[in-house]
C-alpha cells in the first residue's frame, strides 16, 4: 500500500499560498497567481470579438449616456486602476446584463436600460462591474480554476489518510465538496464584494446609492424564470442582495452627501 506523506501535502499546500497573496478593496486576502498583463491581453482580445460580431448600439445619445455614467464611476478610482485602458462596448440585445472582462473591459447589453431606470441605478450596475475588475476577480477565480483539480487531490489525500487506495476511494467525495463547498459559495461571495466596492464607487461618484435597491426591485420584477435556490446558484439572490445594500446604506450615504458637499453630481441624460 503506497503512503504519501502529510507533511509533503502541508508543505506543497503552505507553498502555493505563499506564493501570491494580495487583498481586495474591501480588505479580504485573496489568492492570485495569474499574470493581471496575460489577463489584460485576454480581455482586449475577447473585447474586439465581441465588438466584431455583436450588433452594437449606434444611437449616439445611448452612448454618450452610458459612457458619462462609466465616466463618473472610473473617476472615483485609485489612479493605478483609474489609468488602466477602460473600454465600453454597449451590445444592442435584450438580456438584461452587463459584465467585464479583465483589463477594463465593459460590455453593456442594451436590455439592462429598460431596468435601470436612471442614472443613478445604471451607476450600480456599472459600479458593479468596475469593482470586479479592481478586485482581481477575474485573476483570482482564473487561479481558483487552475488549482482546483490540483486542490480536489489534495483534499482526496487528505481524507484518504495518505494512503493510495483510500485516497482512490475518497476523490469523489471530494470532488463533491468541491462542487457543492467551494466552487459556488466563492462565486457568491465576489458577487456580493462587488455589490458593496460598487456602492461604494458610485456614492462616490455622487449617485444616489440609495437608488441600487430600486434597481434590484426591479431585476426581481423582471425576472422571467423561477428563481434558482441560493445555495446552488453562482450568484446571491436578488433579495439578499438588496439585504446586503440596505445594511450598507448608512456608510454609503455618508459618502454620497460628502460627494454631493465637494460638487460631484453627475447629470447623465440619454
Known amino acids: 500500500m503506497k503512503f504519501i506523506s502529510k507533511q509533503l501535502i ?3 499546500v ?6 501570491s497573496c494580495s487583498t481586495t478593496p474591501t480588505g479580504r486576502a485573496q489568492l492570485t497567481l495569474k499574470s493581471d498583463a496575460a489577463l489584460a491581453q485576454e480581455g482586449t482580445r ?9 450588433p452594437l448600439v449606434q444611437d449616439r445619445a445611448t452612448i ?17 486602476d483609474a489609468s488602466m485602458y477602460w473600454e465600453l462596448a454597449i451590445v444592442n440585445q435584450p438580456d438584461v446584463n452587463a459584465f467585464v472582462m ?21 451607476a450600480a450596475v456599472l459600479g458593479h462591474e468596475v469593482a470586479h475588475v479592481t478586485a482581481r476577480h477575474a485573476n483570482e477565480r482564473a487561479t481558483r480554476g487552475e488549482l482546483t483539480s490540483y486542490g480536489v487531490e489534495v483534499l482526496a ?17 471530494a470532488t463533491a465538496l468541491n462542487t457543492l463547498g467551494i466552487m459556488n459559495p466563492f462565486s457568491r461571495m465576489q458577487e456580493s464584494e462587488a455589490d ?9 461618484a455622487g449617485f444616489d446609492p440609495r437608488e441600487s435597491v430600486k434597481l434590484w426591485q426591479n431585476m426581481n420584477k423582471s425576472a ?34 460628502e460627494a454631493q458637499a465637494q460638487g460631484r453630481s453627475p447629470d447623465c441624460q440619454r
Do not use: W
Open 14 to 19: 503552505v507553498s502555493v499560498a505563499a506564493v
Open 196 to 204: 458593496v466596492i460598487g456602492l461604494r464607487y458610485m456614492a462616490m
Open 157 to 173: 489525500l487528505i481524507l484518504g489518510g495518505g494512503y493510495y487506495t483510500q485516497t482512490q476511494g475518497a476523490y469523489g467525495a
Open 46 to 54: 475577447q473585447m474586439a470579438i465581441i465588438r466584431s460580431n455583436s
Open 224 to 257: 422571467e424564470t423561477a428563481k434558482v435556490p441560493e445555495f446552488m446558484s453562482t450568484h446571491p439572490s436578488g433579495d439578499a442582495r438588496i439585504e446586503l445594500m440596505v445594511e450598507n446604506l448608512p456608510e454609503m450615504l455618508s459618502l454620497y452627501n
Open 10 to 12: 502541508l508543505l506543497i
Open 64 to 80: 454618450d449616456y452610458v459612457a458619462c455614467v462609466t465616466n463618473a464611476i472610473v473617476g472615483t478610482l485609485e489612479s493605478k
Open 102 to 122: 479583465p483589463g477594463g473591459k465593459i460590455v453593456v447589453k442594451s436590455g439592462i436600460l429598460t431596468v435601470a431606470q436612471n442614472q443613478h441605478q445604471l
